[in-house]
C-alpha cells in the first residue's frame, strides 16, 4: 500500500514514456497544402488530404503536449479530436490517441480512467500490457496482478522509452521479494534506457529506485504502527526515514495539513549532518503543497536554490514546472520569476542548462518566441553535452516555424534527427522537415525548396507502413516533385509498385490527376494522354473508370476529337461488362454527365453545332443539377461568343448565374456574360458589363472570381475615360491583394490609369514611372508583365522627349529577355507582342540617330525570333537595303 502511496505522491508515471522533447507547435495546425481540384472525389469517400494532414498535426499536438510534460493538455486534445472527427480519424490515428489519453491520465494518477481506456484499446500487443502493469502498480489492489504483468512482456516488443517503465517495474517486483541484488540489476537496466531517452525520465527511474529501497521494510506498516516507529526512533536518521514515510500517509488519507505540519517540525530539529535527510523533507514538502500553496512555492525554492542533491533538486524543478504550466497564467509569474533569479545570478547554478531549457519552453509556451530562441541559443552555444540539447533543438525548430523561417526550422530539424534520432523517430522528423521546406516554397516559390522536400517525403516514405500518414506523405512527394520540375521522379513515384501497393484508388487517382494536370499545364497534353490510355490498360474497377472519363477529356484535349466518342462508348461498355452494381451510385452518374458534355465539346470541334446542343439539352435533361450539367451552359456560351453571337450567349450566361446562384460556376458565368456585353462595343453594354461585373463582388465576395472581375471593372471603367475611378479601383486591388501571385496585373493597369491622368494631371507621371520601373525590375513578376512594362515605360519617355531614357528603357528590356532568360523562346504571347514591339521602337531610335546598322539588327531580331511583325520587319529591312530609311 505504502508504495502506492509514494508513487501517487511523487506523480512520476510516465510522462516520459514516448520521449521527453520540447513541443512543436502546441495545437497548431500547419498551413492547408494546395491541391488541384480532383474530379470524382465525392465528400466523405476519403478524408480529403487538407483536412488530413489537419488531423495529423493535431493528433501529434497531443502526443507532443504528452512528451512535454503536459497531460492534461494532453488528454484534453486527444479526447476532443475522438469525439469530434472520429469518422474522419484513420485507425493509426485513433491508436495514437488512445494510449496518448491512457499515458496522460496515468501521469495525472487517474489510474481507474486510464483502466478504462485500456478497455478500448487492442489487448494482444506489449504496449497494451506494459500499461496494463503500470495501472496495476499505481492502484496496488493485488501486487502479484503487476508482477505477473510484468513477466510476461518482452523487451523487443517495446521503444526504449517503455523499456525504461519495464525494468523499472521489474525492479520494483524484485525489491519487494527481497531480491536486492537482482532489482540493483533491473534499476540499472531502466536508468540505461531512460538516459538515452532524456534526463527527465532518467531522474524518475533514479528516484523512484531510491523510494523502492527506502519502503523496503515499513512497506507492511499500518499507520498506527509507523506512528510508534517513529516515536521509538525520533531524532534519529530511521527515525527520520519512518517520519517521510507517515508524512506521506496523513497525505493519502487527507490529512494535507497534519502532514505539512509534521514535515516542519522535522526540518526545524533536523541536525545539521542529516543534510541531504533535510533536502528530502524540503522536497516531500513541496510535493505535498504543491505550487497552489505559499508553503510549496517556498520549499520548493529553497531546495533549488540552495539544494546539494542534484537528483532532489531536478525532481523538485520539473515538480515546480510542470504544476505551473498547468495552473496557466495564474502561476506564470512565479516561474518566471524564479527561473530568471536562478538563471541571471552571479555563480552559475548548477542546474543552470535545464533552467534554461524550462524557461525557453516557457517563454515559447507564452508566445514569446525571440526570447525562446534566446535561450535556446545559449543553451546550445554553452552546453554542447547537456542531455536537454536535443530539447533545445525542438525548441528552436518551434520558434522559427512560428515565426514563419522554415528553412531555418527545418535545418534544425535535420540536426535532431541526425543526432539523436532513433530508427521510429527519422520517419517523424522527416516528415516535418519536408513540411518545413514544402512551407517555404509555398512561402518564396523556389524550386530548391520544394526539391529538399522532396527529398525528405522520400526519407520518410522508405520506412513509412501503409496507412492515412502514408498517403498524405505520397501525396506530398508527388506534389513537391512537380513544384520542383522534376516530372522524372514524379513519375517514378506513381509507377512505384512498392508505393501502389501501399494507397488506395483513390489516393493514387489523386496524384495522377495532380501529375497529368501538371503536364498539361506545361503544354504536355499528348503525353498526359498516352499516360491515361496506358492507365485504361493497367488498372481496374472504379480507378478504370475514372481513367477511361480521363482518356475521353485528354483526347479532345490533345487535338484528337475523333477518339472521343469510341472512348465514351468503351466506358458504357466497361459499364455493362462490370455491372453498374460493382460501383458507388453518385460516381457513374457524376462520370457519364462529365463525358457527355465532353462528347458535346468534341461535335462543337467538328463544328456540329446542332448535335453538341442536342448532347447538352440531354445532359440538362437526364442529369439536372450534375456539375457537368451547370458547366453545360459555360460551354454553349463559349461556342456562342466564338460565333459573335455575343447577345446569346450573354443571355445563357446570365440564365446560368440567375437560376443557380450556389453553383460554383455562377461567378464564372456573370464574368463571361460581362465580357459579351463588352465585346458589344456601345457605352451603354459596356455599363451592363459593369453591373454584371459588381454582381461578382457583391452576390460572392469570397470568390476567386471578384479579384479578376474588379480588374476588368477598372478597366471598364478605363474605355468609359473614368480614369479617376479606375484608378481607386486598381489601387484598391494593389492594397487588397498584396499576397497575390498575379498582384502584378493590377499594378501595371494601375500605372496605365496613372499615365492617363498625367495629361491632365502632371503629377500623375512619376507615380506611374516608378510602378512601370519596378515591374521591370522585379525578378518575381512574370515574364510578359515585365516586357510589358518595360516597353511601356520606353513609350512613356519617348512621349515627354526623353529619346535617351526612352532608349535605356528599350535596352533594359532587351536584356532582360536575353541575358535573364534565354531570349525570345522564354516568351508567352503577349510577351512576343510586347517584345517586337520594342525591338521597333529601338529601331525607329536607332533610324533616328542615322545608326542604320543597329536598325538592320533590331528588325534582323524581330524576323530570326519569330515574333509579331515578322513580316513587316522583313519589309523594313528590304527598305533598308535599297537604301531608304524611314
Known sequence: ?????????????????????????????????????????????????AVQENLQWKVESALRALRSGLPDLASGLAEDLLAERAGGLTKEQTKVLHYTIIDSKLAMRAYGEAELWLEKVEKDDASYRLRKALVSFGLMENAQVYAESVSLISEEELSEGDRAWLWMLRGWVANADGETDAAAEDFARAKEYARDQSPDLAAQIEYLEFRAKLLIVESDLSLSELESAYSKN???????RVGQVLALLYFEVGQVEEALAFVDARLSELPIEFGDMREQYLLLKALIAGVDRFEGRSAARELIANGENVL?????????????????????????????????????????????????VSRFMEGDYDAALRDANLLQSRYVDSPYQRGMLSVLASSEWQRSRFRTAASHLSRLRA???????????????????????????????????????????????????????????????????????ARGVLDSKEFSAKVDDLVRWRAEWKFLTAMRSSGRSEAAYDRAQAAVRSTEGELKLRFLWLASKLSLESGHPSDTENWVLSLEEFLAVEGEDAFDGPLIDEVRSSALMTQAEAEFSFDRPEQAVAILNRLREEYAGYDAALLSYLVEARYLTSENRTVEAQRLLVYLADNFKESRYAPMALFEAALNAERRGQDSFLDQAKILLERIAQDYPDSE????????????????????????????????YR???????????????????AIEDPSKFEAAISRLELLLDLPDVPLDLRVEAGYKLGVAWQNQGETRRAKQAFWTLFDVVNQVYEGAESLGPKGNYWYSRSLFALADISKFENDVDGARKFYGYVVSGGLWGEELARAQLDRLASGGVN
Open 1 to 49: 500500500m505504502l508504495h502506492r502511496i509514494l508513487y501517487n505522491c511523487f506523480s512520476f508515471l510516465p510522462v516520459a514514456l514516448v520521449l521527453a522533447v520540447a513541443p512543436l507547435t502546441w495545437g497548431q495546425v500547419p498551413f492547408e497544402l494546395e491541391e488541384p481540384d480532383v474530379p470524382f472525389d465525392q465528400e466523405g469517400a476519403v478524408v480529403d488530404f
Open 234 to 240: 525520533r531524532q534519529k536518521l530511521v527515525g527520520y
Open 312 to 360: 532532489l533538486m531536478r525532481v523538485a524543478l520539473r515538480n515546480v514546472f510542470r504544476g505551473c504550466l498547468a495552473a496557466g497564467d495564474v502561476k506564470s509569474n512565479y516561474l518566471n520569476s524564479l527561473l530568471s533569479d536562478l538563471i541571471d545570478q552571479k555563480a552559475d547554478h548548477i542546474l543552470l542548462d535545464e533552467l534554461l531549457y524550462y524557461r525557453s
Open 419 to 489: 543526432e539523436f534520432a532513433v530508427d521510429y523517430e527519422v520517419v517523424e522528423l522527416s516528415s516535418l522537415i519536408a513540411d518545413c521546406y514544402f512551407r517555404a516554397g509555398l512561402q518564396a516559390g523556389t524550386i530548391d525548396d520544394f526539391s529538399n522536400a522532396a527529398e525528405a517525403y522520400g526519407v520518410a516514405l522508405a520506412e513509412m507502413p501503409a496507412g492515412g500518414r502514408f498517403s498524405r506523405v505520397y501525396s506530398q512527394l508527388v506534389s513537391s516533385y512537380l513544384r520542383s520540375g522534376d516530372f522524372e521522379n
Open 705 to 736: 472570381m471578384v479579384y479578376y472581375a474588379r480588374l476588368r471593372l477598372g478597366d471598364l471603367l478605363r474605355k468609359l475615360n473614368q480614369f479617376s475611378a479606375a484608378q481607386q479601383m486598381y489601387e484598391h486591388l494593389e492594397n487588397q
Open 739 to 757: 499576397d497575390r501571385a498575379d498582384r502584378y496585373l493590377a499594378q501595371i493597369s494601375l500605372a496605365d490609369a496613372l499615365m492617363a491622368r
